[in-house]
């Protein structure tokens, strides 16, 4: 019998899992009954699990595109509001409020990137909030606001659907266990019924190396 590994994919689950229900349909005993019913429960439920960690998979793919757009614009914000505190030197110079909000420059606001650009931009509103009265100020705040939330929310669904990836794995790892632990209890209970002959077992079970012959090229 071909034991399956830990480290074996999906792939070898089913083609092992699905040999031996087909095979064990051929017996016409009440335990081949049982054995096929067993392993096509946890044939469908590997099926389904690994359908789930896809879909998780590219629910967190959709989850990274928006929360890069929502970076992106974050960023594009922030270059606005450099240009418009240039403006607003300009009407007044002794507000020096350019430097006052970006000292080393707006590229060190949108240099971090993901979640670590989030930790910066609290204390960025408060350098930005202290020109608020200005009504130029005002309207950039407004931006900044929305484009902040926009940014945070996208950040956090990324974070939950990266948590339903892992989660979906697991459950598909749990799911190939189910069938290794059912390929093994099959297998005893083959040998008990087949006592006198307890090779017979083997025969309900895909052998160590079977592969199917190669086909020859064509032309």
Not at 42 to 59: G, M, P, Q, V
Not at 75 to 94: C, F, H, W
Not at 101 to 119: M, N, R, T, W
Not at 143 to 161: G, L, M, R, S, T
Request: proline residues 3%.
């Amino acid at each position: 019998m071909r034991r399956l590994r830990p480290t074996d994919g999906t792939p070898a689950h089913k083609r092992t899992g699905g040999y031996h229900r087909t095979k064990v349909k051929t017996g016409n005993t009440k335990l081949h009954a049982d054995l096929h019913e067993e392993m096509s429960l946890k044939l469908a439920d590997l099926k389904a699990k690994a359908r789930a960690h896809e879909d998780a998979e590219d629910d967190a793919v959709a989850a990274s595109a928006t929360s890069d757009a929502a970076e992106i614009a974050l960023e594009n914000v922030i270059r606005d509001i450099d240009g418009d505190l240039a403006k607003v030197d300009r009407e007044d110079q002794t507000l020096n409020a350019r430097a006052t909000v970006f000292p080393e420059g707006y590229g060190k606001e949108i240099d971090p990137e993901g979640a670590s650009q989030l930790k910066t931009l609290d204390a960025l509103r408060d350098r930005i909030a202290k020109f608020s009265g200005h009504p130029l100020v005002s309207a950039m705040l407004t931006k900044f606001d929305a484009a902040h939330h926009a940014f945070k929310k996208a950040i956090e669904a990324e974070e939950a659907a990266e948590d339903a990836v892992e989660a979906a794995f697991q459950a598909e790892l749990d799911a190939r266990r189910a069938i290794r632990e059912q390929l093994e209890s099959a297998y005893g209970r083959l040998r008990d019924f087949y006592k006198a002959r307890p090779a017979l077992a083997e025969t309900f079970f895909l052998k160590e190396g079977r592969r199917r012959a190669a086909k020859e090229p064509k032309g």
